[in-house]
């Protein structure tokens, strides 16, 4: 069997191992703030997992998106489906469909905070061995009121 099509019967990696292996290449780099964000649980969601981190300088998350790249390729043969912000390098986003990895500058990453735009997804947070997971509270439902014409009214009396 050509080497062509073996690659072509080869089984797509699930995104729970992109996500393992990103995180290795994020690792392998220094990268900070490495968090995970489960997103299956949410209705309409683009993804099923963003993996968010931060590099120092333009050239770390340059170069921490090179060793995601390398790390995921080389381990599940699977490369981005698209790549964008690399010439910048304030913020790098890795497309691989299922998985967004997203490199930021700490500046870039405060103002755009991600991970505060997802409240009701679960969140794994990835600080060397120690792997803490956060669950958010959902945020809580606004009771409606009711018509204008059942609420109740109550008069103040004019004082004279």
Known sequence: ????????????????TLVRYAVKGIEEKKGNEIVCINLKKIPNNICDYFVICEGNSRT?????????????????????????????GEWVLLDYVDVAIHIFQPEARSHYNLENMWADAEVRKFDGEIKEVVKRKPKAKKKKKAPSSKRKTTRVKKRK
């Not at 069997?1 to 089984?11: P, Q, R």
């Open 1 to 16: 069997m050509s080497e062509i099509k073996k690659k072509a019967k080869k089984k797509q990696a699930s995104a729970s």
């Open 60 to 88: 770390q998350v340059q170069a921490i998106a090179g060793s995601v790249e390398e790390f995921v390729e080389k381990n599940t043969d699977s490369r981005p489906w698209h790549v964008e912000g690399l010439e910048n």
